[in-house]
């Protein structure tokens, strides 16, 4: 079947990264999946929770929410605390991001990772969890005496992949998500480990072959987010980055 923006199944939106997009974070990215658009902070703070004082390690944890026109409709601010489904998506930047860090080497500091969707059409968790990591290493970057290439043991992006009318497709935008007979996002390194595999069949059950094509899809494109992450952090002066 065509898809609304005339791609082709297996090929990724246009993804742009914009480093340094806000003043004041230690790192700020805004990161780009074609319509959908999320600010990515990270900020260094010289302590840890109490659960971690006097380990000599550090944290990382991460806060999301969207804006309440960030869709078609208006949704209402969430005053109250993060709804059950940014404390979900908050909780899961915050694994994709630990599983590459190596906390013993950060030393008692905590990394807050704040993502705040602008603009929403399909896959805000993935483009957190991509955006969100260059906005790490370049936070890592500013901290005196710490080396980042020791602290970041690896690579971590993210990417959706679901079935729509039968058809695997790769990074899914609303109209596709919103429609899709399967719908999984995958959080992967840049070795090509899992992190996370979120997957549902949402109208009928699917097989492992379904299954593993659906994996090895997402892992095209996962490798392509990993290089662009690369990019990133080796051309240090360069602000924007795209696929």
């Known amino acids: ?15 742009l990264l914009t480093r340094d997009f806000l003043l004041h974070p230690e790192g700020s990215v805004l990161v780009e999946f074609g ?3 999320v600010i990515c902070t990270a900020s260094v703070e010289d302590k840890v929770p109490p659960f971690l004082k006097g380990q000599g390690q550090g944290w990382v944890t991460a806060e999301y929410a969207m804006l309440p026109r960030a869709t078609n ?16 998506i908050q909780r899961l930047v915050g694994r994709a991001l630990r599983a590459v860090i190596d906390r013993g080497k950060l ?11 602008i603009q929403a059409d399909g896959g805000t968790r993935t483009a957190a969890i991509t955006g969100a990591f260059v906005a790490v290493a370049d936070a890592l970057g500013r901290v005196p005496g710490l080396q980042p290439a020791a602290v970041i043991r ?24 919103s429609s899709a007979e399967v719908d999984m996002n995958v959080v992967m390194t840049g070795a090509g480990e899992f ?6 069949a949402e109208q ?7 299954l593993d094509a659906l ?21 240090r002066a360069e602000r924007v980055f795209s696929l």
């Open 154 to 177: 690896d690579c971590v992006a993210a990417v959706s992949v679901g079935v729509v009318q039968g058809q695997a497709m790769l990074d899914l935008c609303y109209a596709e998500d």
């Open 215 to 235: 994996l090895a899809l997402a892992e095209t494109g996962v490798r392509r987010l990993v290089g662009l992450q690369r990019r990133a952090r080796e051309a």
């Open 1 to 15: 079947m065509p898809r609304p923006d005339g791609r082709a199944p297996d090929q990724l939106r246009a993804i």
């Open 107 to 117: 030393g008692e500091r905590t990394l807050w990772v704040d993502c705040d969707v």
């Open 195 to 200: 992190v996370e595999v979120q997957g549902t």
């Open 73 to 88: 409709t208006r949704s209402p601010r969430e005053n109250r605390g993060p709804s059950g489904r940014s404390q979900e």
């Open 35 to 37: 319509a959908t658009k």
């Open 204 to 210: 009928v059950p699917f097989g492992r072959a379904r």
